[in-house]
C-alpha cells in the first residue's frame, strides 16, 4: 500500500471552508507482475478512516491484495470529511462526519455527491495522463467500488463518468449499500452506531433528512442525486439504468446487515429483477454491517476481485 496526493477542486461553496478537501492523501495497491491494465477506484464507508488510522484501511488492503493478484491496480479515493480528508482541530481529530451532520446534513451527503463526482473525474485526467506512476498500461479499463455509504456515491461516481466523460466502466461493486437513503430506519442507525459514536442518533438523523428536505426542489441538486436519496423518478427514466452505467454489476449484500436490512436489499433486488437487468448479479453473504471476524473481510474481497477480473 503506497500513497499519493490528489489536488481536486471544491464546487459545493459551503466546502470551501474544510481545505482538506482540496488537497488530500489517497492510497493505492499497485504490486501487479506487469502495468496493470485494470484499475478499480474505491469509495468507503461512513465511519471510517477518521483520524487517517491504519486500521481503518483494513478492508481496503484486503480487497487491493486481492485485486493486485488478479493484475488489477486499486485506489481509495476516500470521500469528504475521512481518513486525510478529516478535519483537525486543536491537535485532536474531530469526527468529522458527525460534525458536518450537526452542521447541516446537506454538508455530507449533497456536498459529499458533488465533490465526488469532481475527484473521480480528477482522478481519472490523472490517471490518464501518467499511468506508469500507478502501474497502469497506456490503456486501462475502469471499476468502481463502494461500501455502505461509499456504496451510494460510487453510483454517482460511475454515472458521472458515463455521462461527462462518455467512458465504458468495466465493472460497479456496491456492498453493504443501496440507493434511497429515506428508506433507511432511524432506530437502526441510532442502535448500530449506540457503541461507535452515540451522537448519530434517532434525532440526528431525522434533522439530516429534514434539512435535505431544503435542497429537494432546488434547480442545483441533479435527478441522479435525488434518486439516489429518496427515489424520484428520472424524468423519462423511472430507475437508474445500470445497464448503462457498467458493463456488470454487482450487489453485495449481508444477511445480517443492521443499517441496509434484508427488506431494503430485497426490494432493491426485485425492482432490478422485474426489469431483467442482465448485467446484475446479486451475491448475498452471512455479513454483518461492519465485519466482526475476518470473513467478512477476506471473503467479500476474494468475490469482487474475481468478479472484476472477469
Given at each position: ?38 484499475v478499480?477506484?474505491?469509495f ?23 485485486l ?10 476516500p ?9 483537525i ?8 462526519p ?80 443501496a ?48 434518486e439516489l436519496?429518496?427515489?424520484e423518478?428520472?424524468g423519462?427514466?423511472?430507475?437508474l ?10 450487489f453485495?449484500?449481508g ?37 466482526t ?6 471473503t ?11
Amino acid at each position: 500500500m503506497e500513497s499519493f496526493t490528489l489536488t481536486s477542486k471544491v464546487l459545493y461553496k459551503a466546502l470551501e471552508a474544510y481545505p482538506n478537501n482540496h488537497e488530500f492523501e489517497c492510497k493505492i495497491w499497485k504490486n501487479t507482475p506487469a502495468p496493470a491494465k485494470h484499475v478499480v477506484i474505491m469509495f468507503n464507508g461512513f465511519f471510517e478512516g477518521i483520524g487517517n488510522k491504519n486500521s481503518a484501511y483494513l478492508r481496503y488492503k484486503q480487497i487491493g491484495e486481492e485485486l493486485n493478484e488478479k493484475g488489477i491496480t486499486a485506489i481509495l479515493l476516500p470521500l469528504p470529511f475521512h481518513f486525510g480528508r478529516s478535519i483537525i482541530g486543536d491537535g485532536h481529530d474531530i469526527v468529522s462526519p458527525i460534525s458536518r451532520l450537526r452542521e447541516h446534513g446537506s454538508y455530507l451527503y449533497f456536498g459529499g455527491n458533488t465533490q465526488v463526482k469532481t475527484d473521480v473525474e480528477v482522478l481519472y485526467h490523472e490517471l490518464k495522463k501518467e499511468p506508469s506512476r500507478f502501474n497502469l498500461a497506456g490503456e486501462f479499463d475502469i471499476s468502481i467500488l463502494g461500501y455502505s455509504i461509499g456504496g451510494v456515491f460510487a453510483i454517482a461516481a460511475a454515472k458521472h463518468l458515463i455521462d461527462t466523460l462518455e467512458l465504458e466502466l468495466n465493472s460497479l461493486v456496491v456492498m453493504l449499500s443501496a440507493w434511497k437513503i429515506q428508506d433507511i430506519d432511524v432506530g437502526s442507525v441510532a442502535s448500530f452506531f449506540r457503541n461507535i459514536e452515540p451522537e448519530l442518533n434517532e434525532e440526528t438523523w431525522e434533522t439530516m433528512m429534514h434539512e435535505l428536505e431544503s435542497i429537494r426542489d432546488l434547480e442545483s441538486t441533479d435527478a441522479v442525486f435525488k434518486e439516489l436519496i429518496w427515489g424520484e423518478d428520472l424524468g423519462s427514466n423511472p430507475e437508474l439504468n445500470f445497464e448503462q452505467i457498467a458493463k456488470k454489476v454487482l450487489f453485495i449484500d449481508g444477511q445480517m446487515d443492521e443499517i441496509f436490512t434484508q427488506n431494503i436489499m430485497r426490494e432493491r433486488r426485485d425492482t432490478l429483477l422485474r426489469r431483467n437487468l442482465e448485467n446484475c448479479t446479486f451475491l448475498s453473504l452471512p455479513l454483518h454491517h461492519a465485519p466482526t471476524n475476518s470473513f467478512g473481510l477476506k471473503t467479500p474481497a476474494k468475490y469482487i476481485a474475481t468478479f472484476c477480473a472477469l
